[in-house]
């Protein structure tokens, strides 16, 4: 979450948002809470977190917990799926922490959203074990993606993802790569490359463009990019992007909606065969699974920002 999404580019014009969303009114009415066949438990649909936090990013593991990245000053917080209890594990740097994933042994890969970089944190004592300074240049690294050698990472202001090898026990490589964006792919205004997975077959990548709206194939070998035939469906505002099986969820967060797309395995075709909302929605910008259920946070980018200003996860079923 992959990432961070606004029709207006850029962090500064993001928080003068003056707009008063209405979800300003019933946050606290939160829904019933709903039975988790997979984790045999009452799970709540409405996970309150802390006041100001501004999350964005979100990643959860084998249990019912999630981590979640603040725009503000980059703490990452862990919530418990079972209690909606949680507390920060790792202070900030000071600046954003967008998208966000955690591989099999507690490290959590960390966007760093305009400051150009990334790094990686020991989820269960907040240690940052590494940083990378992807580029200098304008930029906004914002989601990512974890694979078996490679974790990736997108930039919405320049047409290139970032790359950071993977060794034995998913150990990360000391140094990163650039990989620029070819083929089909259009940068154009506004935010680029956003939500990032692979294919069913796991032979390319796939990239969510926010502003055109399009979902590109990717080789990650020659960063050639394809448009993925939608059949005439449109992810315009399209965010944070997760894969099971054959199935693509794509958050499109001005459009408080979830666009559920039915992928070939090769990932050059699909169609979008539902699409999920909630009235717990407030600008929702990524995702991730537990069991039948889907946690979304909202980043209510609609919403002036403060200390005093409240965030949730929402959970649906998926």
């Known amino acids: 979450m992959m990432g961070f999404s606004v029709r207006a580019a850029g962090l500064a014009g993001l928080l003068a948002l003056a707009l008063v969303s209405p979800a300003d009114a019933q946050h606290h009415q939160s829904p019933q809470p709903r039975h988790d066949r997979h984790a045999g438990a009452t799970f709540p649909d409405h996970l309150d977190l802390p006041d100001g936090f501004q999350p964005e990013g979100i990643t959860i593991g084998r ?7 603040s725009l503000v000053d980059g703490d990452v917080y862990r919530l418990d799926l079972r209690t ?63 694979t078996r050698r490679v974790a990736w990472f997108t930039d919405s202001d320049q047409p290139q993802l970032y790359g950071v090898r993977l060794g034995r026990h998913g150990r990360p490589a000391a140094h990163a790569f650039t990989l620029p ?18 294919t069913p077959n796991g032979r390319a990548l796939l990239v969510v463009h926010t502003t055109s709206g399009l979902l590109y194939r990717v080789s990650p070998r020659t960063g050639v990019a394809t448009v993925v035939d939608l059949h005439g469906a449109s992810v315009t505002d399209g965010d944070g992007l997760l894969r099971i099986g054959r199935t693509l969820y794509v958050v ?53 920002p403060d200390a005093t200003t409240p965030y949730w996860v929402t959970r649906i079923g998926r």
């Open 252 to 304: 499109r967060n001005f459009d408080n909606e979830v666009d559920v797309v039915h992928l070939d395995r090769s990932g050059r075709s699909g169609r979008v065969v539902r699409t999920l909302t909630s009235p717990d929605f407030d600008v929702p910008t990524t995702v991730a699974a537990f069991g039948r259920s889907l946690y979304l946070p909202n980043a209510r980018f609609s919403t002036t």
């Open 181 to 198: 964006l070819g083929g089909d792919w259009v940068q154009g205004a506004g935010l680029g490359a956003n939500g990032i997975t692979d």
């Open 84 to 146: 909606g209890t949680g507390a920060v594990v790792s202070q900030g740097p000071g600046t954003p922490s967008v998208g966000l994933k955690i591989d099999r042994r507690g490290r959590l890969f960390v966007a760093g959203g305009p400051t150009g970089s990334g790094r990686v944190v020991d989820s269960r004592t907040g240690a940052v074990e590494a940083t990378y300074q992807f580029t200098t240049a304008s930029s906004f690294v914002n989601d990512v993606l974890l």
């Open 63 to 69: 249990g019912p917990t999630a981590w979640l990245g």
